[in-house]
């Protein structure tokens, strides 16, 4: 099947009329608002820090290896580092920051 005049269509460029211009600044002016929001949560969203958590990262056999722990279980953790010996100065040093007591070496 021929098609009528569709290299004279496809020769002329296109035309933005009004409608099509409306929908391209409505697109684009929603775009700019959610990169604004995405922003703005990035910024100031969020919880804050808690201040009593043990947070430690140490070589392991597959790769990095990570402790993290808050409130009572960080502070048990701190109490008796039996299991984590092998960290011994890396952990004493993240239970001071967390605040919590370690026992003498």
């Known amino acids: 099947?021929?098609?009528?005049?569709?290299?004279?269509?496809?020769?002329?460029?296109?035309?933005?009329?009004?409608r099509e211009r409306t929908i391209v600044g409505i697109v684009a002016t929603i775009l700019v608002v959610a990169l604004l929001a995405g922003g703005a949560y990035g910024i100031w969203g969020g919880s804050p820090a808690r201040k009593d958590c043990v947070s430690l990262t140490f070589a392991s056999t597959l790769g990095g290896g990570r402790l993290h722990a808050c409130g009572a279980e960080g502070r048990s953790i701190c109490a008796s580092p039996v299991s984590y010996r092998a960290y011994?100065?890396?952990?004493?040093?993240?239970?001071?920051?967390?605040?919590?007591?370690t026992p003498p070496r």
Do not use: K, Y
């Open 1 to 18: 099947m021929i098609m009528h005049e569709q290299s004279r269509r496809l020769s002329r460029p296109l035309r933005w009329d009004r």
């Open 88 to 101: 011994g100065a890396d952990l004493r040093t993240a239970c001071a920051h967390a605040g919590f007591a």
